[in-house]
């Protein structure tokens, strides 16, 4: 089954926190965009150490989208995080942050930006838990889907029926369906999600509309 997480790309933990309690009720997983300013130069909330405070139910899933993830996988590996996703573009050592991922019970992701061909997955199918097609450039929520990236969904998934391929960036009751069609089994949506008034109908939309 299709699944929709919600997509948080703020710039405060407390923006973080009233994010999530307004998902919360609708969704098994959240999804936190965490950017450095340097492999993208738009700046969220990315402090690790705010993560013991985060009290809720769902699973989160931390979208590193930062330079050598290597260097501080460790601090995201801690509850409520269950997935990391890092990029291709931005690890060194991607073996490196399998292992610490496994040793955590955490799982891995990788994800690739719109320029970057869709076969470099192809040296990790079956070592990772999920490929991330980012569909837009790493920066603020509300960007609109590339044009390439259904045409990246459909390769990966003929390339490898098993894997969960994730499509994040410029979900909406336009581009979810045919994201579904091409072969994505999770899609991230922010801004069609937290633009509107209500969220729940804006998640059922969503849902709705790849059914």
Excluded at 45 to 66: G, N, Q
Excluded at 106 to 118: D, K, S
Excluded at 129 to 157: F, N, T
Excluded at 177 to 193: C, K, M
């Amino acid at each position: 089954m299709l699944e929709i997480i919600p997509s948080i790309n703020v710039p405060t933990f407390e923006e973080v926190q009233e994010r999530i309690k307004k998902v919360e009720p609708y969704v098994l997983w959240c999804h936190l965009d965490v950017t450095d300013g340097v492999f993208s130069k738009h700046l969220t909330w990315r402090d690790p150490a705010d993560l013991p405070r985060l009290d809720t139910a769902l699973s989160i899933e931390a979208h590193l989208m930062i330079f050598e993830p290597e260097r501080v996988i460790e601090q995201w590996l801690v509850k409520p995080v269950k997935r990391v996703i890092v990029h291709l573009e931005a690890a060194k050592d991607i073996g490196l942050i399998i292992q610490k991922c496994r040793e955590a019970g955490v799982q891995i992701g990788l994800a690739i930006n719109p320029e970057t061909f869709w076969g470099k997955f192809q040296p990790w199918f079956g070592r990772v838990d999920l490929l991330q097609v980012l569909a837009v450039s790493p920066g603020p929520s509300g960007q609109k889907m590339g044009a390439g990236a259904l045409d990246k969904i459909r390769h990966l998934r003929a390339a490898c029926p098993s894997c969960i391929i994730e499509a994040d960036g410029g979900v909406n009751l336009e581009t979810a369906p045919r994201a579904a069609e091409a072969g994505a089994s999770v899609l991230v949506a922010g801004n069609a999600i937290f633009s509107g008034d209500n969220v729940k109908k804006s998640i059922d939309n969503l849902r709705g509309s790849t059914s």
